[in-house]
C-alpha cells in the first residue's frame, strides 16, 4: 500500500508521516551540512596540516643550517686569526727594513755594538725565500747570550747562522770583548 500524501497541507498529516518528513528533510540537511561544509574544513585542515608539517621541516633545516653557517664562521675566524699569526712568523714580504730595526734595537737593549749591517741576495726555496742578512757586532758573552735569547723570542722566524765569536780585546777590568760575525736568516712566503 502506497503513502498517498494529501496535496493540500502539511500539517493535515498524520504523525509518523511528519515524523518520515522531518526525518528525510534532516538527513538532508545533515548531508548537505557534511558534502557543503564538514569536507571542506576537512580537506581544509588535511591541507593546513600537510602544510605545517612541511613548514616544520623547513623550520629544523633552516636551524641546521644556522648551526652550520655558525660553525663555519666560527671556524674561519679561527683560521684567519692562525693566518694571521703565521703572517707575522712569514710574512708575503721581505720587510727588511722592519727586521733590521728589530735586529737593531734587541743589539742596543743587549749592550751590543752594531758595527756592520750587509743585506745578502735571497735564495728561493719550494715553499718560500730565505733573506739573509750579514751582522757584525762587538759586545761581552753575556750581552751577546741575551742578544740571542731576545732574537729567539721574536715572532718572526729567525735563523741565526755561521756564528763567528772572535777575541777582540780585554778590558782593564779583566772582561773580554768579542767580535761576532752571524748571518741572520728570515723567511717570506712565496706568492
Known amino acids: 500500500m502506497a503513502l498517498k500524501l494529501p496535496s493540500a497541507n502539511f500539517a493535515q498529516l498524520p504523525i509518523g508521516g511528519k515524523l518520515f518528513v522531518l526525518l528525510v528533510l534532516i538527513g ?34 633552516a636551524h641546521d643550517l644556522q648551526k652550520e653557517y655558525l660553525r663555519l664562521r666560527e671556524e674561519v675566524s679561527a683560521r684567519e686569526a692562525l693566518d694571521k699569526q703565521n703572517l707575522r712568523i712569514l710574512p708575503v714580504t721581505a ?28 735564495t728561493k726555496e719550494q715553499f718560500y725565500t730565505r733573506v739573509p742578512v750579514a751582522l757584525s757586532f762587538r759586545g761581552r758573552y753575556h750581552e751577546l747570550a741575551k742578544f740571542f ?6 715572532e718572526r722566524a729567525i735563523n741565526m747562522e755561521n756564528i763567528m765569536v772572535r ?14 760575525n752571524v748571518r741572520a736568516t728570515t723567511f717570506r712566503r712565496n706568492q
Open 28 to 61: 538532508v540537511l545533515t548531508a548537505g551540512y557534511y558534502l557543503a561544509l564538514h569536507m571542506g574544513l576537512q580537506e581544509s585542515i588535511a591541507a593546513a596540516g600537510a602544510t605545517h608539517t612541511s613548514l616544520e621541516a623547513e623550520l629544523k633545516q
Open 95 to 122: 720587510e727588511i727594513p722592519a727586521f733590521l730595526e728589530d735586529l737593531n734595537r734587541l743589539a742596543e737593549l743587549s749592550g751590543l755594538r752594531m758595527q756592520d749591517v750587509t743585506p745578502n741576495s735571497e
Open 149 to 154: 735569547y731576545n732574537v729567539s723570542r721574536l
Open 167 to 180: 777575541v777582540d780585546q780585554r778590558e782593564n777590568d779583566g772582561a773580554v770583548q768579542l767580535a761576532v
